[in-house]
């Protein structure tokens, strides 16, 4: 079969010897957009189904932690992935970031049953409630950043306990998900560390279990708290810092039109496009800002900027502004 993903294709693999997973984008909020999502990430692979498929968040990101559930939008969402998974599309359909009221909204209303529920579940933080619930709805819970984005490298009990075991901390983190009867998903881009996780023959004893279940909860997750975890401000914050850093106002253009931000942590690449005015004095006003990209540590920064038409770069280092773009709102 035809595969346009590149590292696939050239590793020479058979699609049948690989689990492909991927997220419906939180965005995506009715049967319409859902469908032709699901569509549109078949034709961008080159596959002809995908194993398995879940909606990213109950909520879109703009609206994270806010009280909206988005009850008959996500309801609608689902019976895409249903009818995706019913005609072959889909080998399995799940749900990620979902708390019990999100579970039962789905229930409520589906004719096929969430398989997974994908979550944040690390040393340090798991949330053993929401575990048992998704496990009683007859969904496997797969482990999310098992490595806590890499900041459990930092915890010196952690430390000292993958030594006690001659480990590497991913292990012992990986380790003690599996444990847990978590599925984890720990993220290398390295072909050494990603032989390393998959070596996993040892077993962490019900003591140290409990020592590691003891751990106080990591509250932020290193240099860039506004970014990770997301929170309801955070398209603005992002918009403003990356306007603040690269001197906007006093260097583009006056009037209104289309701007680019972009920022790049640890954690995440992000694009935000916003609608934007400047005026004589130089002050701006920030109209409508949308994430355009959103990436993970791994995305290459020219890649996404090459896909930014008519890009005008003006700031330096990890943020960068591009002028006014001709764009005309209506
Ligand atoms: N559903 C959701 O909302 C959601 C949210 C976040 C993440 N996720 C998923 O969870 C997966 C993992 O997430 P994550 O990247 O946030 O966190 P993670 O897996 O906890 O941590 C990744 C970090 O650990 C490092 N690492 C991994 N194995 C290592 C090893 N053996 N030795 C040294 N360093 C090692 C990686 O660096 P190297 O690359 O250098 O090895 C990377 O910096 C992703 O695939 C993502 O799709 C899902």
């Excluded at 292990?171 to 990603?194: E, F, S, V, W």
């Excluded at 997750?221 to 001197?247: H, N």
């Amino acid at each position: 079969m035809r595969l346009k993903s590149p590292g696939i294709r050239a590793s020479g693999i058979n699609r049948e010897d690989i689990f492909v997973t991927t997220k419906l984008a939180t965005q995506f909020k009715s049967y319409e957009c859902a469908a032709s999502a699901i569509d549109a990430s078949l034709e961008r692979m080159g596959f002809d189904y995908i194993d398995l498929m879940i909606i990213h968040s109950p909520q879109p990101w703009d609206h994270f932690g806010e009280d909206d559930r988005f009850v008959a939008v996500n309801q609608g969402a689902w019976r895409a992935l249903e009818d995706a998974y019913k005609a072959g599309k889909l080998r399995a359909i799940g749900l990620s970031n979902f708390q019990a009221q999100d579970i039962d909204n789905i229930l409520n209303a589906c004719t096929a049953a969430p398989m997974v529920n994908q979550i944040l579940a690390h040393v340090t933080n798991v949330p053993g409630e929401l575990i048992e619930y998704s496990r009683q709805q007859g969904m496997l819970v797969e482990a999310y950043s098992p490595v806590g984005h890499g900041e459990l490298f930092k915890n010196e009990s952690i430390v000292a306990m993958a030594e006690k075991y001659n480990v590497s901390v991913p292990q012992l983190c990986i380790r003690y998900d599996l444990q847990l009867g978590l599925l984890p998903l720990a993220k290398t881009a390295n072909p050494d560390h990603m032989k390393n996780n998959a070596d996993g023959d040892f077993i962490i004893d019900d003591g140290d279990m409990d020592v590691l279940n003891g751990l106080e909860t990591i509250k932020d997750y290193g240099e860039d708290p506004d970014l990770y975890p997301i929170d309801v401000a955070r398209k603005r914050r992002v918009v403003e810092r990356a306007t603040d850093e690269a001197g906007w106002g006093k260097e583009t253009p006056k009037g209104r039109g289309l701007g680019l931000a972009f920022h790049h942590s640890f954690v995440s690449y992000t694009a935000v496009v916003f609608d934007v005015e400047v005026d004589d004095a130089g002050e701006f006003t920030i109209h409508r800002a949308d994430i355009a990209f959103d990436c993970g540590p791994q995305a290459n920064p020219e890649r996404i900027r090459s896909q930014m038409e008519g890009a005008c770069v003006m700031g330096i280092g990890d943020v960068a502004i591009t002028g006014l773009s001709g764009y005309a709102p209506g």
